[in-house]
């Protein structure tokens, strides 16, 4: 190649000074017409110099172009991992990578030509024929065994492939081999791995199987749990892959909520899950068509090859154990009556769920409801049938929560609701008219021909509260801040604590009244429905606001109540009505009785009767005078202290009356098993009595009883004539109300008994 080149150079500067000289001697002995003779020469030189010039470039631009791409494939032999060599079918040149020469044992000094080193890979002794490289070259998986040096025998393919053919035709060649004893270990290895895993999944499926576990997967992203073989059959499935709502569908209504936080915590939370264990337990509808307590004890980790988030663990049937610890769950978390969970567990899950909406950014509706008229109910048709519009109430309140929420009956007539907010701000709304148009059917078909309706009130949580019980407050107070209308549904707004505000103002002023003597007693008549006598003075307190107002123990006493306030307040009414009593009395007027209020924390406080003895000694009034009103709620709650405290009270001569009897859970058997001296029917007896005969026969039994054991009855709120003619025939004896006189100031009072008295010596 050098020399051809070499040659054509020699050539044409041979041609050049051959043709230089020509114009030389043309010059020196030019004739007439020789100078153009020259001319053209000159030209014909010119055209030969730079054609010479030009073409030697090519050349070396071509032979730089030749090297670079030699040297680029030897670079990348030299650089390949398996063993390879570059070599031409001229056998000029073999470059061996060291993967090679490690595997042939071969030395980079080893003065070897093409000719010996190529043929030896392929089995060959002498040189590779034109057929014998096609052969190579066409191969597929061919194997060629070579002989390294020092005897170690080789079984190899080779891939060889044509890489670059230069001018002169030579074709360079790129051999990268594969050693077949590498292949064979892979393979076994291969094999091992497989059986291994086989073999580890099969025992892994056994344990399974022996331990009776289901397993529940779901991986990030993925809107299908799988589920194992064992869960299948437990939840009576055929897939093993179930979407979300599918299984949703067989969870427990109760636990539906459970169920949904948990799936929305995995799946924006799934990270936090690693390597932590946690433990989910629900009631699931399961293959024998019955709902099992199921325990979910999950974690979550990654794949190792994709690094996707799964959570997944062993579900196992725990209804047995959940049977023996229903004895205590029941106890502390489920209504005795109607079977659904009780306050504490409404309590406990809304606390939970609370704490959730942080962290998830989402909202629940928290609904209060009330059934209208209740305590009617349960007076006139008895307890029984009470309980039954509590469990019928019940029934239709878990009937709504397929969709998903949780309910619980939280006191007398109080059933709370929580329910996940989707957004649309009428939901509670909705679910309460769905209530409302239950609750007439039930009432149809369970409670003869009575209508049952509900009132109901509701917030947003976390929105309108800083804890649930905060929330559930404001529900409450929406429920009772309502219309009285049957059936009235209210939200809470913000209007409402503003209203909450003025109380908590109003519990500061209270302390101040106090000591600014504020409050005053004011005395309303009782008579006799018999005579029209004056039997006695109810004394109600007033609280004369500074603003000019009189504010209404409605109002203020409740707010005492929850401050403590109110031990200061009885205090003060007790001392004040001895007082003026004695005041009364020592006036001349007749003796006669007065009665006061208390609420359940008075009468349990400890020197209660050694209070009252000092009040009756420090004005010197007979204890005959003196009279307590006990709500019958106070006797729920603690009947023994209660009926020990009532009797040490009626031992020191002071008469007791159950007072707002048919409010709450009103039992005849109060009447007989605590010693009031008086009961006094609620005036919601009163405003009824007069269309529904179910009234009258109450107030009936009623006075009769309480006739038996020397109690006597009073009615509240007599208004009319006629309601005090009823009462009269049914046999109560006593009446207070706006007929005979509003509550009045002490002076209006003595004035009230005196024109009594006026009244009664003129007859
Ligand atoms: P209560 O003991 O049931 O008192 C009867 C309430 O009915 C009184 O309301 C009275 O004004 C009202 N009333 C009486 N006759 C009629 C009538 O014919 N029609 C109507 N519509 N209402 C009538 P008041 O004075 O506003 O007291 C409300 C409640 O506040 C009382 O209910 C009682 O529970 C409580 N209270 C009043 N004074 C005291 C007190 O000194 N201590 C305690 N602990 N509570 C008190
Ligand atoms: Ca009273
Ligand atoms: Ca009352």
């Given at each position: 190649?050098?020399?051809?080149k070499?040659?054509?150079?020699?050539?044409?500067?041979?041609?050049?000074?051959?043709?230089?000289?020509?114009?030389?001697?043309?010059?020196f002995?030019r004739e007439?017409?020789?100078?153009?003779?020259?001319?053209?020469?000159?030209?014909a030189l010119?055209?030969?110099?730079?054609?010479?010039?030009?073409?030697?470039?090519r050349?070396?631009?071509?032979q730089?172009?030749?090297?670079?791409?030699?040297?680029?494939?030897t670079?990348?032999?030299?650089?390949?991992?398996a063993?390879?060599?570059?070599?031409?079918?001229?056998?000029?040149?073999?470059?061996?990578?060291?993967a090679?020469m490690?595997?042939s044992?071969?030395h980079?000094?080893?003065?070897?030509?093409?000719?010996?080193?190529?043929?030896?890979?392929?089995?060959?002794?002498?040189?590779?024929?034109?057929?014998?490289?096609?052969?190579?070259?066409?191969?597929?998986?061919?194997?060629?065994?070579?002989?390294?040096r020092?005897?170690?025998?080789?079984?190899?393919i080779w891939?060889?492939?044509?890489?670059?053919?230069?001018e002169?035709?030579v074709?360079?060649?790129?051999?990268?081999g594969?050693?077949?004893a590498d292949?064979?270990q892979?393979?076994?290895?291969l094999?091992?791995?497989?059986?291994?895993?086989?073999?580890?999944?099969?025992?892994?499926?056994?344990?399974?199987?022996?331990m009776d576990?289901?397993?529940?997967l779901?991986?990030?992203?993925?809107?299908?749990f799988f589920?194992?073989?064992?869960?299948?059959?437990?939840?009576?499935?055929?897939?093993?892959s179930?979407?979300?709502?599918?299984?949703?569908?067989l969870?427990?209504?109760?636990?539906?909520?459970?169920f949904?936080?948990?799936?929305?915590?995995?799946?924006?939370?799934?990270?936090?899950?690693?390597g932590?264990?946690?433990?989910?337990e629900?009631?699931?509808?399961?293959?024998d068509?019955?709902?099992?307590?199921?325990s979910?004890?999950?974690?979550a980790?990654?794949?190792?090859?994709?690094?996707?988030?799964?959570?997944?663990?062993?579900v196992?049937?725990?209804?047995?154990?959940?049977?023996?610890?229903?004895?205590?769950?029941k106890?502390?978390?489920?209504?005795t009556?109607?079977?659904?969970?009780?306050r504490?567990?409404?309590?406990?899950?809304?606390k939970?769920?609370?704490?959730?909406?942080?962290?998830?950014?989402?909202?629940?509706?928290v609904?209060?409801?009330?059934?209208?008229?209740?305590?009617?109910?349960n007076?006139?048709?008895?307890?029984?049938?009470?309980?039954?519009?509590?469990?019928?109430?019940?029934d239709?309140l878990?009937?709504q929560?397929?969709q998903g929420?949780f309910?619980?009956?939280?006191?007398?007539?109080?059933?709370?609701?929580?329910?996940?907010?989707?957004g649309d701000?009428?939901?509670?709304?909705?679910?309460?008219?769905?209530?409302?148009?239950?609750?007439?059917?039930?009432?149809?078909?369970?409670?003869?021909?009575?209508?049952l309706?509900?009132?109901?009130?509701?917030?947003?949580m976390?929105?309108?509260?800083?804890s649930?019980?905060?929330v559930?407050?404001?529900?409450?107070?929406?429920?009772?801040?309502?219309?009285?209308?049957?059936?009235s549904v209210?939200?809470?707004?913000?209007a409402?604590?503003?209203?909450?505000i003025?109380?908590?103002?109003?519990?500061t002023?209270?302390h101040?009244?106090?000591?600014?003597?504020?409050l005053?007693?004011?005395y309303?008549?009782?008579?006799?429905l018999e005579?029209?006598d004056i039997?006695?003075?109810?004394?109600?307190?007033?609280?004369?606001h500074?603003?000019?107002?009189?504010?209404?123990?409605?109002?203020?006493?409740p707010?005492?109540?929850?401050?403590q306030?109110?031990t200061?307040?009885?205090?003060?009414?007790?001392?004040?009505?001895?007082?003026?009593?004695?005041v009364?009395?020592?006036?001349?007027?007749?003796?006669?009785v007065?009665?006061?209020n208390?609420?359940?924390?008075?009468?349990?406080?400890?020197?209660i009767c050694?209070?009252?003895?000092?009040?009756?000694?420090?004005?010197?009034?007979?204890?005959?005078?003196?009279e307590?009103?006990?709500?019958e709620?106070?006797?729920l709650?603690d009947?023994?202290?209660?009926?020990?405290?009532?009797h040490?009270?009626?031992?020191a001569?002071?008469?007791?009356?159950?007072?707002?009897?048919?409010t709450?859970?009103s039992s005849?058997?109060?009447?007989?098993?605590?010693?009031?001296?008086?009961?006094?029917?609620?005036?919601?007896?009163?405003?009824?009595?007069?269309?529904n005969?179910?009234?009258?026969?109450?107030?009936?039994?009623?006075?009769?009883?309480?006739?038996?054991?020397?109690?006597?009855?009073?009615?509240?709120?007599?208004?009319?004539?006629?309601?005090?003619?009823?009462?009269?025939?049914a046999?109560c004896?006593y009446?207070?109300?706006?007929?005979?006189g509003?509550?009045?100031t002490?002076?209006?009072t003595?004035q009230?008994?005196?024109?009594?008295?006026?009244?009664?010596?003129k007859h």
């Open positions: 190649m050098k020399y051809k070499q040659l054509i150079a020699a050539v044409l500067i041979g041609f050049s000074l051959l043709t230089g000289y020509l114009i030389l001697y043309a010059f002995h007439k017409g020789d100078l153009i003779f020259i001319i053209f020469n000159s030209y010119l055209a030969i110099v730079l054609g010479v010039v030009m073409a030697y470039r050349e070396r631009n071509e730089y172009k030749k090297e670079l791409t030699h040297k680029r494939l670079y990348l032999t030299q650089n390949l991992t063993p390879a060599m570059l070599w031409n079918d001229s056998f000029t040149e073999v470059i061996l990578n060291d090679l490690e595997l044992n071969l980079k000094h080893e003065d070897l030509s093409a000719q010996e080193i190529v043929p030896m890979f392929f089995g060959k002794k002498e040189k590779l024929t034109d057929e014998d490289i096609r052969e190579i070259v066409n191969a597929k998986n061919q194997e060629y065994s070579f002989t390294a020092g005897g170690v025998l080789h079984d190899m891939n060889t492939s044509a890489v670059e053919t230069d002169d035709g074709t360079w060649l790129l051999s990268i594969m050693d077949l292949i064979r892979m393979e076994s290895k094999k091992i791995y497989t059986n291994r895993l086989s073999a580890s999944e099969g025992r892994h499926n056994l344990i399974m199987e022996l576990v289901g397993l529940l779901i991986e990030q992203g993925n809107p299908q589920i194992s073989e064992k869960l299948q059959r437990m939840f009576g499935l055929r897939s093993i179930i979407t979300i709502p599918e299984i949703r569908k969870i427990y209504p109760l636990d539906a909520v459970a949904d936080t948990h799936v929305q915590t995995m799946r924006s939370h799934m990270k936090h899950f690693i932590k264990t946690d433990t989910l629900l009631r699931i509808c399961s293959a068509g019955q709902y099992h307590w199921y979910y004890r999950y974690r980790t990654t794949y190792r090859d994709s690094g996707r988030l799964v959570v997944g663990g062993t196992i049937d725990i209804s047995g154990e959940k049977q023996r610890d229903a004895t205590m769950e106890i502390a978390y489920e209504d009556v109607t079977g659904i969970p009780n504490n567990k409404l309590m406990r899950m809304g939970e769920l609370y704490e959730c909406t942080t962290e998830l950014h989402n909202s629940y509706w609904i209060v409801m009330d059934i209208d008229r209740f305590h009617l109910i007076d006139t048709c008895g307890y029984t049938a009470g309980n039954a519009v509590l469990r019928s109430f019940a239709v878990v009937k929560l397929t929420g309910g619980a009956r939280i006191s007398g007539d109080n059933f709370a609701l929580i329910l996940r907010d989707t701000e009428m939901l509670p709304e909705k679910v309460i008219a769905k209530i409302q148009r239950a609750l007439l059917t039930k009432a149809v078909s369970d409670i003869s021909n009575r209508s309706s509900c009132s109901a009130g509701y917030a947003k976390p929105a309108d509260g800083d649930f019980e905060h559930l407050e404001h529900a409450e107070f929406a429920l009772s801040s309502g219309s009285k209308a049957l059936g209210s939200r809470y707004t913000s409402m604590h503003d209203e909450i003025y109380d908590s103002n109003l519990e002023q209270l101040e009244a106090l000591s600014h003597n504020e005053e007693l004011y309303q008549p009782k008579v006799s005579t029209g039997v006695g003075l109810e004394a109600l307190i007033r609280w004369n500074p603003s000019g107002k009189i504010i209404s123990p409605g109002i203020f006493i707010i005492a109540e929850r401050s306030l109110i200061q307040i009885t205090r003060f009414v007790m001392y004040d009505a001895c007082r003026q009593m004695k009364w009395q020592t006036m001349g007027l007749p003796d006669t007065v009665s006061i208390f609420s359940s924390t008075d009468f349990y406080q400890e020197n050694a209070q009252i003895q000092d009040a009756l000694n420090k004005y010197g009034l007979a204890p005959s005078c003196l307590i009103e006990l709500t709620s106070l006797a709650m009947i023994d202290t209660t009926i020990a405290r009532m040490e009270l009626r031992k001569g002071i008469k007791l009356a159950m007072d707002d009897f048919g709450g859970y005849l058997s109060y009447i007989e098993q605590l010693p009031f001296t008086i009961v006094k029917l609620d005036r919601s007896f009163v405003t009824e009595m007069h269309n005969p179910v009234v009258q026969e109450i107030v009936h039994s009623v006075a009769r009883i309480a006739r038996t054991k020397q109690i006597n009855t009073i009615a509240e709120g007599v208004e009319t004539q006629e309601q005090a003619e009823m009462l009269r025939a046999g004896e009446a207070q109300g706006y007929l005979y509003r509550p009045m002490a002076k209006a003595e009230y008994i005196r024109d009594c008295l006026k009244k009664k010596a």
